[in-house]
Nanobody, 130 residues
Framework: AAQLVESGGGSVQVGGSLNLTCITS????????VAWFRQGPGKEREGVAG????????NYADSVRGRFSISQDGAKYTVFLQMTDLKAEDTATYYC???????????????????????WGQGTQVTVSS
């Protein structure tokens, strides 16, 4: 069974940076879709960034494009989320997830829809304060 373990959350001030790590196991990492999601207080879980590892193809939510960067280390079965210029609205529990890749314009892509993912980590808390 797929397992994902997140780490790296914490408390930062507005404008600060954090790097999240997701260590995975139990699936073929080299040809998979892994994504980061977040859920803020009283909000629905939303997709933040995803990666199709085989092609290093990345997908971002509009709210984080240009500030967040998703990357991978295939040798360590690990996916990272580098977050910069953090805003108060980025405060949330961040989850790493593994699931089905979506076909977009004829290419496999990591969707940012929670319905495509069935394996989730336990989450790591990110708090951004002014």
């Amino acid at each position: 069974a797929a397992q994902l373990v997140e780490s790296g959350g914490g408390s930062v001030q507005v404008g600060g940076s954090l790097n999240l790590t997701c260590i995975t196991s139990g699936f073929l990492f080299s040809a998979s879709c892994v994504a980061w999601f977040r859920q803020g207080p009283g909000k629905e879980r939303e997709g933040v960034a995803g990666i199709y590892t085989s092609r290093d193809r990345k997908n971002y939510a509009d709210s984080v494009r240009g500030r967040f960067s998703i990357s991978q280390d295939g040798a360590k079965y690990t996916v990272f989320l580098q977050m910069t210029d953090l805003k108060a609205e980025d405060t949330a529990t961040y989850y790493c997830a593994y699931g089905s890749c979506a076909l977009r314009a004829g290419r496999l892509t990591a969707s940012l829809d929670t319905k495509e993912y069935d394996s989730w980590g336990q989450g790591t808390q990110v708090t951004v304060s002014s």
